[in-house]
């Protein structure tokens, strides 16, 4: 496979049959007068393909959403089509305008662009109504006044059919004239449903006589009481589709059951010359399964509203802004998404797989830092007092083209704690008595002996350096030595707050079986710590990523870093210390 050769899988069998076969492309303008932003997919339409992603704005986007944009987004690009970015904006009681600006701001993040082709599920909604009416006067469609109870016990079961409701042959006249009154605000929620007439003994549950329209008083985000009914999303998202001359409708498996009524109503309004043929075609693929995460919306609203997490755009929550925050990259998820591909089978995705994607491009482009996370002070008792001098590191040891930086040295540093041990246990080649070690960019060192306080808590490490082994210059490389570690000029460093991140469960799973989700969750997922940072950290701009040198990828926080004072997040690190372990 060459470099610009995209995998196959079975998605694009399928769209590269139809374009062998020009299913599309007589595909016609339906032809009616609508709203003016129909126009865009009308006559003259040159786009092979047309996808769409269309997310419901009552959350924000998650890992599984990304999965979807980086499909629907890359089949129009690679196939020279279209990809409209839609709201499914139907259910006025859980949706809000915060939620629709947050999905465009995750969309443009993760590197997707739908030009002119930003759509609205309630820009449609009157041809959604008049489409409605024609189904009634077609009998293809009914007045239902039964309860919400009545209605769900009379749809059977999987093995049961369904029971004719008693409404179901009501007149196409009354009918009618309930919906126009239903549409005129005269009865109260609940008070009747339009339900499609098909076959209540269909062995799918989907077909059994399915609501299409729904009475809801309340204000929408974008049409405010204009509507006090509003199409059911199943009834919906074909007209959607059609209207705006889709050719492939991608959803998840979930959604397969469904597809019966979408081919269903889109070929009735198709006699009922509403649109014209060929209909989209909805083809379903695996949803997203991610080890250690849960991407139902219902729980993480839960780990929101109960305060488990600090907010949707929490580091550790699986949502995109939470994703971006944390430090990872629109690089990482697209390459992700590319390696994993499509399937129709559902299976799990280790979440370390996400993680190494985004290790790969951080390890490309994060520029290299000095941060000394648990300090411990070094004293160099044979460096003279108040002498200071530069020593340089490379800002990426791959990209020479990058430079070097420097980086001050002087009498007193700070080091890791870890890097240093009264008793050295077998294998260990960092710091004790008696040991050398090079203080990495700078100067060959032997370490004295250490400095406790009255308790016994060692407070300094103590050593001396040899003057003629600095890093880079003549001689340096006559010394041999197994151990090399980091450091800062205690002078010149500066502190900062560093939020160590890690994955929110701890189980596998969460929440399998009859477990209760929130009993797997990790109680170590943060550890917020007052590090030593390199002067060059200082300034760093909110979204800035480094790469902490042994210590992994970090991200200044875009929401609480400010200028002379960052707040750091760790991405991921270095390694992923949880297949290591057995976490």
Known sequence: MSATEKPSNFIRHLIDADLASGRYASRRWCGQPGPAVLQ?????????????????????????????????????????????????DTNPEKEDQEYVDAIVESVRWLGFDWGEHLYYASGYFQWMYEFAEKLIEAGEAY??????????????????????????????????DLFRRMKAGEFPDGAHVLRAKIDMASGNISLRDPAIYRIRHAEHHATGTAWCIYPMYTFAHPIEDALENITHSICTLEFEDQRPFYDWLLTRLARLGCINPPPPQQI?????????????KRKLIQLVTEGHVGGWDDPRLPTLVGARRRGFTPEGFRRFAEMI??????????????????REHLNETAPRRIAVLDPLKLVIDNYPAGQEEECHAPNHPQKPEWGKRPVPFSRELWIEREDFMETPAKGYFRLFPGNRVRLRYGFVIECTGCEKDECGNLVAVHCNYFTDSKSGTPGADTYKTKGNIHWLSAPHAVAAEVRLYDRLFTALAPGAGERDFLADLNPESLRVITARIEPALVDAAAEARFQFERHGYFVADRKDSRPGAPVFNRAVTLKDSWGKTGK
Request: hydrophobic share 35%; charged share 25%.
């Open 143 to 176: 007045v239902d006044s039964q309860s919400a109870e009545a209605m769900r016990a009379g749809r059977g079961t999987l093995t049961a059919p369904g029971v004719d409701s008693p409404f179901r042959n009501r007149g196409v006249t009354e009918s009618l």
């Open 40 to 88: 865009k997919v009308g006559a003259g339409d040159t786009a092979k393909i047309r996808t769409r992603f269309p997310p419901e704005p009552n959350g924000y986007l998650h890992f599984g959403h990304a999965k979807s944009i980086c499909l629907n987004f890359g089949l129009a690009r690679d196939y020279g089509g279209a990809c409209h970015l839609r709201f499914d």
């Open 284 to 296: 379903e693929f695996a949803r997203l399964n991610l080890s250690y995460t849960v991407l139902s």
């Open 341 to 358: 591909g499509v399937s129709k089978s559902d299976s799990w995705i280790d979440i370390g797989v996400l993680e190494d994607c985004q």
